[in-house]
């Protein structure tokens, strides 16, 4: 069953294009890129996360993210 997600391809969309366009101004490579979202990421989770699903929900978005780049 496909997962669905209570926000639309066009604002999901939107926030990427706009992720990138501050990632070309600062003509950041891959590795710095990737450096940057990793980075939000953990914040993300430090500030809005409980202390008691950070491992899962950390844990989730890693398996997400291995299985988007196969």
């Given at each position: 069953?496909?997962?669905?997600?209570?926000?639309t391809n066009?604002?999901?969309?939107?926030?990427?294009?706009?992720?990138?366009d501050?990632?070309?101004?600062?003509?950041a490579?891959?590795?710095?890129?990737?450096?940057?979202?990793?980075?939000?990421?953990?914040?993300?989770?430090?500030?809005?996360v409980?202390?008691?699903?950070?491992?899962?929900i950390a844990?989730q978005?890693?398996?997400a993210?291995?299985?988007?780049?196969?």
């Amino acid at each position: 069953m496909p997962i669905t997600s209570k926000y639309t391809n066009q604002k999901i969309e939107q926030i990427i294009s706009d992720v990138f366009d501050v990632l070309e101004k600062h003509d950041a490579s891959a590795e710095l890129a990737l450096m940057v979202v990793g980075n939000i990421a953990t914040n993300i989770i430090n500030a809005d996360v409980p202390a008691s699903k950070k491992k899962e929900i950390a844990e989730q978005f890693s398996q997400a993210l291995l299985k988007s780049t196969k």
